[in-house]
């Protein structure tokens, strides 16, 4: 089959590579749709964010194949059950656990989610797979969806409900992580919610915002047409960033207090730490460098939590449930994804063009990533 091989950062290339093959309680998945995330971009051209080092040690050893996480496909095959005894070279059985049978079948368009706690060590045995040192990330801890086929683990698989396209049903990913984000950051009812950045994740943690519990919704941004999507999505007030003093119309708006609950999109960490209430909540929805200043002593001195929203390289994804759930909304028409693919491109040798209009949005006038249909 076609795949993406990395041969050093900036450097990628559709190549030939041998088909996958399912192990036990795997699936093969023909892939009809994949999307970049951005965070894979920056990898891939080797920006020093989390899991550089990993990547860049991989990178030594030869070419790899790395990213894509977004994406949707249909079943086309499954792995051998997984055994019941433990595989040889086990002697406890303790650290063994089997998983359910497979609810999807062959023929089954589904997407899958990028996160699996490996099921066997001390953290997974004591129910905290999110304490799981060695998860499996799709893309990141072995090969992803920048290929013809992917194999995934059957129990990560989520079935993509009628009505929903694979296009959708691949830029499903950031809106579970935009659910999952405001989940962690529990929204408390008419709380305001400041939202810094109008890109794909601010424009996604809006319209959450709208449908849950918030108050007064607030967007920055630094393009009249992206704030014009915010207030469709859902905004109260839209801030241009590039105009606005946004720490005082912020304060303004919320009767010099601040806002309840933070979203930072878009790299602005300074500008979240002044416009959070004291007591309030940042999540840091935006990939940062390894090293970005932080003012900590602010933060310290307003008593300001700082949460993540476990999502995306390196960290801990939605579960299948907030899939589910971000599929249906999908479905209802309560969140519109179609609205922000904005560049389609066919074909599996498009793959090296839609890594460069994701990372270069504003150049090529995208506004999510650029999609690769495959089928
Ligand atoms: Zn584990």
Redesign the pocket.
């Known amino acids: 089959m076609l795949a993406l091989v990395l041969h050093g950062f900036g450097n990628a290339a559709v190549e030939e590579v041998p088909d996958p093959v399912p192990g036990p309680g795997e699936v093969v998945i023909d892939v009809t749709c994949v999307q970049p995330s951005v965070t894979e971009c920056m990898l891939l051209a080797g920006e020093p964010i989390a899991m550089h080092q990993v990547l860049a040690a991989r990178l030594a050893a030869g070419p790899t194949r790395f990213g894509g996480h977004e994406f949707a496909g249909v079943i086309s095959a499954a792995g051998p059950p997984i055994p019941t005894n433990p595989p040889s070279g086990e002697k406890s059985d303790k650290s063994w656990r089997g998983v359910p049978d497979l609810s999807c079948q062959p023929g089954d368009l589904v997407t899958a989610v990028e996160t699996a ?9 004591r129910d905290r ?1 999110d ?5 499996s990330v799709l893309g990141f801890t072995g090969p992803g969806a920048f290929a013809e086929r992917v194999v995934v683990p059957a129990r990560t698989v989520v079935r993509v409900p009628d009505g929903v396209s694979a296009a959708q049903a691949a830029a499903v990913q950031p809106l579970a992580g935009a659910i999952h984000g405001h989940a962690v950051a529990a929204v408390r009812p008419g709380d305001t919610v400041l939202i810094i950045g109008a890109g794909v994740m601010g424009l996604l943690h809006t319209r959450v915002a709208r449908l849950g519990n918030a108050g007064q919704i607030i967007v920055t941004g630094r393009s009249a047409a992206k704030l014009e999507l915010a207030r469709r999505a859902g905004a109260d007030l839209v801030l241009d960033a590039t105009r606005e003093d946004v720490v005082a119309r912020v304060l303004e708006a919320t009767e010099g207090i601040g806002a309840d609950v933070v979203f930072e999109c878009a790299g602005e960490f300074e500008q979240a730490a002044r416009g959070v209430r004291r007591g309030g909540t940042i999540v840091m929805v935006s990939v940062l460098p390894n090293h970005a200043p932080a003012p900590l002593a602010l933060l310290r001195e307003r008593s300001v939590a700082l949460l993540h929203p476990r999502s995306g390289a390196g960290g801990y994804a939605p579960g299948s449930s907030v899939f589910e759930h971000a599929l249906r909304l999908v479905r209802r028409g309560d969140v519109e994804l179609q609205g922000l693919i904005s560049h389609r491109l066919k074909g599996i040798e498009a793959l090296p063009e839609a890594l460069e209009i994701t990372r270069y949005k504003h150049r090529y006038g995208a506004l999510g990533p650029a999609q690769v249909e495959l089928a």
């Open positions: 706690a490996c099921g066997r060590c001390a953290a997974c045995r797979p304490a799981c040192p060695a998860p």
